[in-house]
């Protein structure tokens, strides 16, 4: 993952939106990548994963989406509830190196 | 049972003070990590270490140094705390490279330099 700025990026929505998440990584060779939830006080918590020979991969109310062209991931939150509220990190790893890059982290913020 | 587990979870200390901070995990993984969360979350590794290898950040001081008794442990020594320290620290582990369900990590030690 990549930091984009000095700021912590902040998407604000309403419960039961959908929301959507974005991340950008700069190594090409990445072909593992990795969403993380950390919710206030406590560590990241993996959400979900997806390899580089998938563009995309479904979970329970969660969607990855890889665009290896642009080097962009994201991720999807359907029906969005309260507890989904944290920051969230994407993390790529590849290239022969088993340690994750980790992006700056986006916090979201549910409103019901 | 934790899977991660590290102690203390908060840490006060005085400048040029030498603390350490455990940490265990129970799910047989074969690497362990320490990372350095700064005020505006961004999570920088510090150290990954297995039975075979420690790789270290080549950015992080020399204060720091990372002991590991076994394959369950992995303990952050630091030295000569300065201010520039305080932050959260989280320790982690995986099995294989982290590459098949991530890094499980540690609920953080939140180190406050005074």
């Known amino acids: 993952g990549e930091s984009v700025g000095l700021h912590l990026p902040t998407l604000s929505v309403q419960e039961g939106d959908n929301s959507i998440i974005n991340c950008a990584y700069s190594?090409?060779?990445?072909?593992?990548f990795i969403w993380y939830k950390q919710e206030s006080g406590k560590g990241p918590q993996f959400i979900i994963d997806?390899?580089?020979?998938?563009d995309k991969r479904q979970g329970q109310r969660v969607t990855v989406l890889l665009n290896k062209t642009v080097k962009h991931l994201s991720l999807q939150i359907a029906a969005t509830q309260p507890g989904d509220s944290a920051v969230y990190f994407c993390?790529?790893?590849?290239?022969?190196?088993?340690?994750?890059?980790f992006g700056r982290g986006t916090s979201l913020i549910v409103h019901p | 049972d934790t899977a991660v587990s590290q102690t203390p979870k908060y840490l006060v200390t005085q400048m040029g003070n030498d603390k350490s901070i455990k940490c265990e995990q129970n799910?047989?993984?074969?690497?362990m990590y320490w990372y350095k969360q700064d005020s505006k979350k961004f999570l920088k590794i510090m150290f990954s270490?297995?039975?075979?290898?420690?790789?270290i950040n080549e950015t992080v001081p020399n204060r720091f140094s990372p002991k590991s008794p076994d394959k369950a442990h992995l303990n952050l020594h630091i030295n000569s705390l300065e201010l520039g320290d305080s932050a959260v620290y989280f320790c982690?582990?995986?099995?294989?490279?982290?590459?098949?369900?991530?890094?499980?990590f540690g609920s953080g030690t939140r180190l406050t330099v005074v």
């Open positions: 982690a582990s995986s099995q294989s490279g982290g590459q098949k369900d991530g890094y499980t």
């Open positions: 190594n090409s060779a990445s072909d593992y």
């Open positions: 997806i390899r580089s020979n998938m």
């Open positions: 993390a790529d790893q590849g290239g022969g190196s088993y340690i994750p890059t």
């Open positions: 799910l047989g993984h074969d690497t």
């Open positions: 270490y297995n039975n075979k290898e420690l790789i």
